[in-house]
């Protein structure tokens, strides 16, 4: 079965960083590319950034770019996502996300909130 588990979100003041993390379980975890979305209050889920499978090549949400950085460890079956200079608009649950053979899988999430 597979799972994700998110962890690393907190309070943070803005101008400030932290670092999530996703922990997989249940699958060849190199296999597959994993994206971070975040779900703020009364708004749709959005794609944050993407890391891929083979090659770990990242894409990310032009609202991110420069400020955020997703890693990914093969080894230890997790992704990172490093955010630097937090804003108040990057407030939201952030969820970790995979597809296998067209499923998708969620983590649970983890609140951010940045205090401005």
């Known amino acids: 079965q597979v799972q994700l588990v998110e962890s690393g979100g907190g309070w943070v003041q803005a101008g400030g960083s932290l670092r999530l993390s996703c922990a997989a379980s249940?699958?060849?975890?190199?296999?597959?590319?994993v994206d971070w979305y975040r779900q703020a209050p009364g708004k749709q889920r959005d794609l944050v950034a993407r890391?891929?499978?083979?090659?770990?090549?990242?894409n990310y949400a032009d609202s991110v770019k420069g400020r955020f950085t997703i890693s990914r460890d093969n080894a230890k079956n997790t992704v990172l996502l490093h955010m630097a200079n937090l804003k108040p608009e990057d407030t939201a649950v952030y969820y970790c996300?995979?597809?296998?053979?067209?499923?998708?899988?969620w983590g649970q999430g983890t609140q951010v909130t940045v205090s401005s």
């Open positions: 996300h995979l597809r296998v053979d067209s499923y998708d899988y």
């Open positions: 890391i891929t499978s083979v090659f770990g090549a990242t």
């Open positions: 249940g699958i060849i975890f190199r296999l597959y590319t």
